[in-house]
């Protein structure tokens, strides 16, 4: 079936430093998400993207959605301690309904303060 | 808060035993999922309810089942529980207010099986 890889699986960083983080397939997606998942909660949606070469902007988030259709990456600048978590990328192939999303598994981030 | 609600928020069951989890969605929501997050899978989504009515499935277990009633709520039913089965159960719902592929998440139910 469809899989997403995701990396890195874990990054441990100073506060203030940008993170960068991707995710690839074999398959193309007409839809990525990117998701953070905080200790204890279920995941919530930080950035959606529609269309290849889409980058999208949410505050220090960045995300863009690969040419290709087959890769998204996410960048946060001027990481702060609240960033911790887990990223998750979530794509949604065609045909697929709305919620069908298949998940990478995840980037487990830490900051230092 | 999400706006979805889980219960219960923890179980501890025996192998072979069957479990109910439960679901309110979104004041509004007509879509329901359910999502399986374990350490070696990652969140894998098992099936999608809009309205009363199977949307579509994913990776479920034929001894797993769920349903979503008139009042939109949902349940997702688990038998002959084995080890493997331990895991922390989401149910996302979505409705016209969020962006497409916007789901808002429950807290989960985690499920130990011992």
């Known amino acids: 079936g469809q899989q997403l890889n995701q990396s890195p699986q874990s990054m441990f960083i100073q506060e203030g430093e940008d993170v960068s983080m991707n995710c690839t397939s074999s398959?193309?997606?007409?839809?990525w998400l990117w998701y953070k998942q905080d200790p204890g909660e279920g995941p919530v949606l930080l950035i959606a993207l529609y269309k290849a070469g889409e980058l999208t902007s949410n505050g220090r988030l960045t995300a863009q959605f690969g040419i290709t259709r087959k890769d998204s990456f996410l960048n946060i600048s001027a990481s702060i301690p609240s960033d911790v978590g887990i990223y998750f990328c979530?794509?949604?192939?065609?045909?697929?309904?709305?919620?069908?999303?298949?998940f990478g598994k995840g980037t487990k981030l830490s900051v230092k303060p | 808060d999400s706006g979805v609600t889980q219960t219960p928020k923890h179980l501890i069951t025996a192998t072979g035993q069957r479990v109910t989890l439960r679901c309110s969605p979104r004041s509004g929501d007509l879509s329901v999922y359910w999502y399986q997050q374990s350490l070696d899978q990652g969140l894998q989504f098992l099936i999608q309810?809009?309205?009363?009515?199977?949307?579509a499935k994913g990776n479920i277990l034929e001894r797993f089942s769920a349903q979503q009633f008139p009042d939109l709520h949902s349940e997702l039913n688990l038998s002959s529980l084995e080890l493997g089965d331990s895991a922390l159960y989401f149910c996302a719902s979505s409705g016209t207010s969020g962006r497409p592929g916007e789901l808002f998440f429950g807290e989960g139910s985690r499920l130990t099986v011992l």
């Open positions: 309810y809009y309205n009363g009515e199977e949307r």
């Open positions: 398959s193309i997606f007409n839809t």
């Open positions: 979530a794509g949604q192939g065609y045909g697929g309904s709305q919620g069908n999303l298949i």
